[in-house]
């Protein structure tokens, strides 16, 4: 029998587009099934062609309504669209997210090309973030952001019912002697079991948080009386006077605990929370292993410090901020390599707040450490969703800052990061100033091999502006220099960035460095820039900072370019 003269190409299509998703469609106008792809089938568990049937019927009956919109508005406006629907699968219903997109066949007639993506490891991987934007790794205790969340709602509650509450900060005392003399292991340890008694003596309508190293904060709603509070703060207190036994050590430590109550003390959060902790500083000064009840005779926090916290917190608890990744791309090929974290504050009144502005205030309070902590987690869990889109290893670079660089707990944090998501070691860049390890090279060299133990790579963030020795390059183990936008800008008209820019590609050539130029605007300068030998390129030439979304997009983007044929790719833009 003669084949048509259309169904050879058609054939090759079907099969290029088995790997275009992990679902592949394709449908009449009237959004019958023309087509499915193998890894369709299997999915939805028939074994027989499923030629004819509407694609409606294979989705959640409460999605079906928005695919027939979907469908329909494609068909309409030939614009692709992307739809989350639940397929129904042999057991269960998955979230895909759908493109659809519309173009004619070899006989002119319209047809909808639905490529999915199974959006179970996108839905866990938000859900993951959200649970550790709110938890404290070590522990699972809420962190000071949910906590922060906790509060607002005791407080709301606490002003309909007119009932008051008070917030107990608790600080173990003599926990550092522990960690020190006996490891961070055991300090670990003994701090999960300290959450757990403390959280045992509560009530399940008491939240309990971690909110420092060897801090918690339980905020206990209808406890206002002396006798209640001397009840509760008597047992968290007792709870961890008996000792704890881990790994033949016998340890003992004990806590102190400074008490705030709603609505006599303060009747808002940071306040509630400032005053509790002078009160715990009161206990632990005048003897320890005790409790103390806030009174104004006791001096507070300065008032100053409180407002430039409450800025911040507030930002951190509504969720304020967020990370924007921008394409590290290679010079030649522009494919992508990797991207930056850029973090962004998006205040409801000042609209976007500047990093330049806000790290600073960040890095003077501390909350740098928490900030760059999620930061760190965030990106590297990003990262893989990145991958799975991209099919291809990239890699992620992230900046610390000087206060995380010193903080005893960045290698834990850094651990904890690539363990969670699961990343490779050299899939991680840290990207630091020359400033940053000028401060104290003695603790810098000791922490950066740690790092390299770990393979992550260090960059040499805005190189040339910091630091005059360059002496530094060989005693670190130093992977890549970013060249400073400020050196690219002028290129390339001005003489001396190009000797600079020259200068700095010799320098890494000869010490077997890579090296980034940032702020790449323009064409010349990209030329100019790899006609030298610049490797990677990052600048709003080959993309902006974006959000997560965007970048996932870009990725997709490449993917479909590479496979989707070009009688498609029109429609698919
Ligand atoms: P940086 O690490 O040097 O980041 C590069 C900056 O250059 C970013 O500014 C980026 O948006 C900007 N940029 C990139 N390409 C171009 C371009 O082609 N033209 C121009 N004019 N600018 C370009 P951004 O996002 O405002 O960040 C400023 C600084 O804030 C960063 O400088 C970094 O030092 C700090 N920062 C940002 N996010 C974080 C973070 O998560 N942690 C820490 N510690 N610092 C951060
Ligand atoms: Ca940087
Ligand atoms: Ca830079």
Redesign the pocket.
Known sequence: MPTSVSSQPRQELDNLLEEAGDVVFRLNQIGQLLFASQRAIARIGGSAPLAGSALAKLVADGDQAALAAALAEVSESRAPKLVEVRIKTVDIEIWHELRISAYNNANGALELLVVGRDMTMQHATEERLRHMATHDGLTELPNRLLLSDRMRMVIANARRSGQGFSVATVGLDGFKKVNDGLGHPIGDAMLRMAAQRLRKTLRDSDTLARVGGDEFVAILPGTATEAQIKLVTGRLIATLQSPFEIENHTIYVGASVGVSVYPQHAEDEIRLLALADAAMSRAKETGKARAVVYNPSLAGPPQHDISLEAAMFQAVREGEFQLYY?PIVDAQTREIQGF????RWKHPTLGMV???RF?PIAETNGL?NLL?AW?LKAACVQLKQFEEVAKRSLYIS????PR?FRNDKFLDVLDDAIAFSGLLGEQLVL?ITEGTLMIDPVHAESILSKMAERNARIAI??FGTGYSSLAYLKRFPISVLKID?TFIRDLPGSQKDGAICNAVLDLAKHLNLSVVA????TEEQLLYLEQRGCQYI????TGK?MPANVALAALKESIHANVVPAELRQVAQ
């Open positions: 921008q930056e974290t850029l973090m500047p990093p330049a790290i740098i760059g930061a992230v900046n610390i800052s995380q990207e963030d805005d936008r940032e702020g790449v605007e990052q600048g709003y030439l900072p």
